[in-house]
């Protein structure tokens, strides 16, 4: 893929363990930045998620997923469209005004176990006006 939001991927390893050689991108991860500068102002995040969005578009055509960003119905194995891209589009959203992934485990399976097996899924949204938000 190629694309200015995606980090090129360089190489596929098989070795003891199978791993990926991605483009070197100064700045650190949403992870690394939001513990560092906390949550964003919400046109700060709209911009953002603009990005991710364009990224996303091309991301889908490929098949490419990340578990913490997963859509329920992805982690089952079952068919997807691009309401698994606005899942995952919200699934960031939230954690650029929470500071705090979504959704969250050790390992993949832990983040994505919690929906094998379950026909519907309800989230806990966060109450936005009173965390401080300023818009």
Known sequence: MNHPNIAAIHGLEYAVVKFLILE???GGTLA???KRSGPRL???ALG???QVAEAMELAHGKGIGTPRYMSPEQTRGLEVDQRTDI???GCVLYELLTAKPALSGKTASDTIGPFWGMSQITMRCPRLCQSGFAV
């Open 42 to 44: 919400l046109n700060e």
């Open 24 to 26: 070197l991108v100064d």
């Open 32 to 34: 690394e930045i939001l």
């Open 87 to 89: 899942w995952a589009f």
């Open 48 to 50: 953002v998620m603009d």
